[in-house]
């Protein structure tokens, strides 16, 4: 795999790790009764995970 090809595969991989998490923030900020209906995991009563080693290098998706 070329160099371009695997930075291309890292950024899109970025992307979609980013848009995901801004998903998951926009869900969680809604009213726990709009996110029970829409079935969002536990209805809520979940918050943000922690990652203890969220490195760039370690994550495969």
Do not use: C
């Amino acid at each position: 795999m070329s160099v371009q090809a695997t930075v291309s595969n890292y950024l899109r991989r970025r992307i979609a790790l980013w848009e995901r998490r801004r998903t998951d923030r926009f869900i969680r900020n809604l009213p726990l009764e709009i996110q029970k209906d829409i079935g969002w995991p536990d209805g809520g009563t979940r918050r943000a995970r922690v990652h203890s080693k969220d490195s760039l290098w370690e994550r495969r998706w």
